[in-house]
């Protein structure tokens, strides 16, 4: 379970440090920086991935993620008694992402990763010199960075790795485009990678299913056990099945009645194989088919399939979940979503008046609201003192 998500110079999010829950909520005006929080965290995840590297070439390179504004606001900038404006750059230009938390074994852990450009005159001969370098990676035990306490240090092409009061190096000509996670695995010098890594790899991002007439979900599609759910939906009636025959069934029959009073889904299955899904409504004849729902309808049941997941992971990520649905479907899909929280850390992105009160209304809620001052994100009420405990590592490099 993560505890506390810290993000430096990537866009809006000049130095972020945000504390975590069991069910957490981020809100916020547009523009607010809810989507590049979003981004920094899947970004985060890509290091586990092996992609960080192509993720920010996707963004427009590194070079356009970092923070576009002066390398410190001042108290005069924020009161408008000076013009905002920039300086000599004092730091080494650098994207830090990082994290700490809590293992299976309720044992404290964190995890960052510094990256920056090369520097100028050093590419040598490539055509790659605006490739983004991973200058710093570290493991550490506790719920903030230590010296004392760093379990595993990556400073530039070497990877060491803490033995008691000794350190081992284990690798001494790492490439600099690659994470410790790629590159440094083996479970007897190194177990700490290997196991963040499988929790990081184990974490769900949500953000985007295709309702449109030709999508995935509304498709008959050959049906294999599916204890989690694909991230564009293609194998929902599979992954609904499963939740029949290995999952929460009764909870799968609450969320559908919940939503659509009187109504049931079935998944038949076809001569070759393909899964099909249908849904009975009261009053109707005959169930309708995948290919004759409303957007909304196939939407809530692409969440009911990946929240209800009879294999939940350490994290899942929902990026306004809303989206298509009706407002009236909103507080059917807080419930489902707070059920969810019960076994898995969730993190949800939204502006949706229902869904947030229904959230907020439960206690275990983490409500994060976002705003804008300056260009920077910042967290409503947030202070020094309220802000949880974080040091990044030093870079030299």
């Not at 009764?250 to 299955?269: E, K, R, Y």
């Not at 009420?381 to 309220?386: A, N, P, V």
Request: proline fraction near 6%; aromatic fraction near 8%.
């Amino acid at each position: 379970m993560i505890k506390t998500l810290a993000i430096a110079n990537y866009r809006s999010l000049l130095n972020l440090v945000i504390p975590f829950g069991s069910l957490n909520l981020i809100t916020g005006e547009n523009a607010s920086g809810k989507s590049n929080l979003y981004k920094a965290l899947r970004l985060l995840s890509e290091t586990a991935q092996g992609g960080v590297i192509n993720s920010l070439a996707r963004e427009g390179g590194l070079k356009s993620t970092f923070w576009a504004g002066p390398e410190k606001i001042s108290d005069a900038m924020r009161r408008g008694e000076v013009e905002v404006q920039g300086g000599p750059q004092q730091k080494l230009k650098r994207l830090r992402l990082g994290f700490s938390g809590e293992d299976f074994s309720n044992q404290e852990f964190g995890y960052s990763i510094s990256l920056g450009l090369p520097p100028a005159g050093n590419a040598g001969p490539t055509a790659f010199s605006l490739d983004p370098e991973i200058k710093r990676e570290c493991i550490w035990a506790g719920n903030s960075y230590r010296p004392a306490s760093s379990l595993v240090d990556r400073e530039g092409a070497m990877i060491k790795v803490r033995d008691n009061r000794q350190w081992n190096v284990i690798a001494q000509h790492t490439s600099n485009f690659e994470s410790i996670f790629t590159q440094a695995t083996d479970p007897e010098k190194a177990p700490e990678i290997l196991s963040l890594k499988d929790q990081i790899r184990g974490w769900r991002f949500y953000d985007h299913f295709r309702s449109d007439s030709e999508a995935p979900a509304r498709l008959p599609q050959l049906g294999t056990r599916t204890p989690v759910l694909h991230h564009d939906g293609r194998d929902l009636a599979a992954a609904l099945q499963t939740i029949i025959e290995i999952g929460d069934v009764d909870a799968l029959n609450n969320a559908i009645s919940d939503a659509f009073p009187g109504s049931s889904i079935a998944i038949t299955v076809q001569e070759d194989g393909r899964f099909m899904v249908n849904l009975r409504q009261y009053g109707l004849l005959r169930p309708l088919s995948a290919s004759e729902f409303s957007d909304g309808t196939l939407r809530y049941l692409l969440w009911v399939a990946a929240l209800l997941t009879p294999r939940p992971p350490t994290l899942m990520v929902l990026n306004e979940p809303e989206t298509s649905l009706h407002p009236d479907l909103l507080p059917a899909l807080g419930r489902l979503i707070i059920r969810a929280s019960e076994s898995t850390q969730v993190w949800v992105v939204s502006h949706a008046s229902r869904l947030i009160a229904t959230l907020e209304n439960n206690e275990n809620c983490n409500s994060i609201h976002l705003q804008k001052e300056l260009g920077q994100t910042r967290i409503v009420g947030q202070g020094m003192l309220d802000e949880p405990m974080w040091k990044w590592p030093d870079h030299n490099k």
